[in-house]
């Protein structure tokens, strides 16, 4: 699906109010030739548009773009920062960031652009007659608002609670709990899992679907510590896997998740395992050119991910020494996720050995069999989407939910977590106790979604983030980061977060 995120500045300009505390809103419009909300949202192709560009708030730099990934890595002990490294990222890094950081501040923006997006739908589709497909837009606006509102309560705490289209003229809100946001979280994900088709085909690939809700919706329930409803709710996944194999699932490839085209000259995005990802497109597929602030609207709709970690591009960012040591030279995937001494690459599309005798970024690089051979791409941006839910992460949360409800030692969670390792030919797990397994899981979630953004969620979730980084992280103040301070400017009912 490289097609639903193009086409899109007419819905994207009408949503421009994206921000908490925006200064100016379509809703000043008066050019009768000019497009406005009474205008625009007349049929179901400009719902299918609006909807659209919720999907492309998640291809800004504000988000999968550019600042999510380095946000979230670059607090993680999984990277660490070279000497590009923009000043603000090198803050992250070391923990000493404050509520004026510019990567903070675009996270808070990009996804209350997101859920602005999806208000302006939700509030509009009922200007329109019923039908399948207004039903279905309606579940895919809820889907990635909670998708939105989940990336907020889980970094930033309780938030204000925005389910109708926003401007400054309804005055700023205060925050809401973290459990009220949650409880909205959980409301449209049932609604978008009881309304979203199973899947899709041709150019509609990549809108969320049914499974996508409950994979999204048992994770929820995971960071919430609620393991009953999260166990049942992945072992709906996981049940589907079993009679659907070839609809879900692992694929036999690991690496076949992180690239577009594999060795083999097969197209795998959208592969059986994934269960959601944000869509990419290159130069050659807009026509366009890379620009550092575009909209993701059809022009340049290129992920930096590449130019930023690539080692012929910037090298913004290295794996630490802490990841590089913690695969087993046995395990298939420390190969896969990094180039190290005695690998081969392929810049210009040219199999050469690997020169170095550190270990660099291969995830995500182009510098792979069946890859573009060019990481930097005139600044164009990378093709490969981003991966934001795979089955293996699916498999992983269900034995740590399994095993986190506390009753009896589960076989079936040990299971779970030996199909991953399976895959690239590691040993069964031996665990015998439900504290062995725990520990097993922390390790598997660590070597299977490295560099995906889930490392420092997970260690804040798992209470050993002191632990693992050290004194610069500071317990009571880092579990979240600091509400923007340029907000609390615009929005004195916002209070901030401890420590900050």
Known sequence: ?????????????????????????????????????????????????????????????DTYKRKYFFLFDLLSDDIRGNDPLYADGQTLT???????????????????????RSNFVLDNLVRLPASATTKRLAAEAQFLRALYYFDLVVNYGGVPLQLKTFSTESGG?????????????????????????????????????????????????????????????????????????????????????????NAA????????????????????????????????????????????????????????????????????????VMFGPGDTWYPEKKATPYPRTDWQ??????????????????????????????????LLMYAEALNQQGTTFSPEAVAAVNQVRARVKLPALTASTGAQLFQSIINERRLELSFEQCRREDIVRWGIARDVLGTKFVVGKHELLPIPQNEIDLNARLTQNPGY
């Not at 100016?24 to 659209?52: C, K």
């Not at 409880?183 to 679907?209: H, M, S």
């Not at 592969?271 to 990802?277: A, D, G, I, P, V």
């Not at 690089?365 to 490969?384: F, V």
Request: glycine fraction near 10%; charged fraction near 20%; proline fraction near 3%.
């Open 94 to 116: 070391a923990y000493s960031f404050n509520a004026s950081s510019d990567t903070v501040l675009s996270l808070w923006r990009g996804l209350y652009r997101g859920i602005q």
């Open 361 to 394: 970024h291969r995830k995500y690089s182009n510098l792979t069999p069946g890859g573009t051979g060019d990481d930097i791409g005139q600044y164009q941006g990378s093709s490969i989407n981003i991966r934001v839910i795979r089955y293996a992460d699916v």
């Open 173 to 261: 809100k205060e925050r809401a709990t973290p459990a009220a946001v949650w409880t909205q979280i959980e409301t449209d994900l049932k609604a978008a899992e009881a309304a979203l088709p199973e899947a899709y085909t041709g150019n509609d690939l990549g809108r969320a679907t049914r499974l996508s809700a409950k994979a999204l919706l048992g994770k929820s329930y995971l960071f919430q510590k609620k393991f009953t409803e999260a166990a049942g709710k992945l072992k709906e996944l996981v049940d589907y896997a079993t009679a659907n194999p070839t609809k879900l699932g692992l694929m036999p490839d690991y690496s076949d998740n992180f690239v577009e085209t």
């Open 1 to 61: 699906m490289k097609k639903i995120i193009t086409h899109l500045g007419l819905a994207a300009l009408l949503v421009l109010g994206t921000f908490q505390s925006c200064k100016d809103t379509f809703l000043d419009a008066t050019n009768p030739n000019q497009l406005s909300v009474g205008t625009f949202f007349t049929s179901e192709n400009d719902a299918i548009n609006a909807t659209n560009s919720i999907y492309a708030a998640l291809q800004q730099e």
């Open 265 to 336: 000259g097969e197209y795998v995005e959208f592969n059986r395992e994934s269960l959601f990802e944000v869509s990419f497109a290159g130069q050659d597929r807009t026509g366009g050119t890379g620009n550092w602030g575009n909209d993701g609207t059809g022009i340049g709709e290129g992920t930096f991910r590449a130019i930023e970690y690539g080692i012929t591009a910037f090298q913004n960012t290295s794996p630490s020494t802490a990841i590089v040591a913690a695969y087993p030279d046995n395990d298939l995937r420390k190969r896969l």
